[in-house]
């Protein structure tokens, strides 16, 4: 199958315009570390988001993906996106969709079932001691689930804070 992406009609902007990665802190030291000049990052949780520093791009973009065989799961995603991540002492529970910028979205979304698991896998990795409940966001799934998660963030979550 082609890969769409070639003929982005955005000149591949998710790349080229880096806000708010989601990544592991294996993912970080494997491909963020060498660039903490050109990126800000924030700690989630055990998580960390990068974005690119004055609207720049990923520091692994030099045209095309320099890292893309092992690309953080959060590029292997796209454009189905990680929406909220919810952290308490005995599970974390995740919400994804698929309202990107990407305007080949249609075309190129991969099954759910894919990245349903690529999200699972991902966080049971790195939260090995938790349950983890990956939901699509559907918008009622979300709503009704949003009031109860809230009380597990506000007890279990770190405080967001900023490490460079
Ligand atoms: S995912 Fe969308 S925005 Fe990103 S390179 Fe592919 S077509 Fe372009
Ligand atoms: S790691 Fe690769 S796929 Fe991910 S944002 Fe950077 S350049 Fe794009």
Same mark, same amino acid.
């Given at each position: 199958?082609?890969?769409? @992406?070639?003929?982005? %009609?955005? *000149?591949?902007?998710?790349?080229?315009?880096?806000?708010?990665?989601?990544?592991? *802190?294996?993912? =970080?030291?494997?491909? $963020?570390?060498?660039?903490?000049? /050109?990126?800000? #990052?924030?700690?989630?949780?055990?998580?960390?988001?990068?974005?690119?520093?004055?609207?720049?791009?990923?520091?692994?973009? &030099?045209?095309?993906?320099? #890292?893309?065989?092992?690309?953080?799961?959060?590029?292997?995603?796209? %454009?189905? /996106?990680?929406?909220?991540?919810?952290?308490?002492?005995?599970?974390? =529970?995740?919400?994804?969709?698929?309202?990107?910028? @990407? %305007?080949?979205?249609?075309?190129?979304?991969?099954?759910?079932?894919?990245?349903?698991?690529?999200?699972?896998?991902? $966080?049971?990795? &790195? $939260?090995?001691?938790?349950?983890?409940?990956?939901? =699509?966001?559907?918008?009622?799934?979300?709503?009704?689930?949003?009031?109860?998660? #809230?009380?597990?963030?506000?007890?279990?979550?770190? %405080?967001?804070? *900023? #490490?460079?």
């Amino acid at each position: 199958m082609t890969n769409p @992406c070639l003929d982005c %009609p955005t *000149q591949q902007s998710c790349c080229r315009e880096l806000h708010g990665l989601t990544v592991s *802190q294996t993912e =970080y030291d494997r491909h $963020f570390k060498a660039h903490e000049d /050109t990126i800000t #990052v924030f700690r989630k949780g055990a998580l960390l988001e990068i974005w690119a520093k004055d609207g720049g791009g990923c520091p692994n973009w &030099n045209g095309q993906c320099a #890292v893309y065989e092992t690309r953080p799961m959060d590029c292997d995603l796209y %454009p189905f /996106t990680i929406g909220n991540v919810f952290e308490s002492p005995d599970e974390v =529970y995740v919400t994804y969709h698929k309202r990107t910028g @990407c %305007p080949l979205v249609t075309e190129i979304v991969q099954a759910q079932s894919e990245a349903q698991a690529l999200l699972e896998q991902f $966080f049971a990795v &790195n $939260f090995p001691d938790r349950k983890i409940s990956v939901v =699509y966001d559907e918008g009622a799934v979300r709503l009704k689930h949003l009031a109860k998660r #809230v009380v597990h963030k506000l007890k279990g979550r770190q %405080p967001k804070t *900023q #490490v460079s």
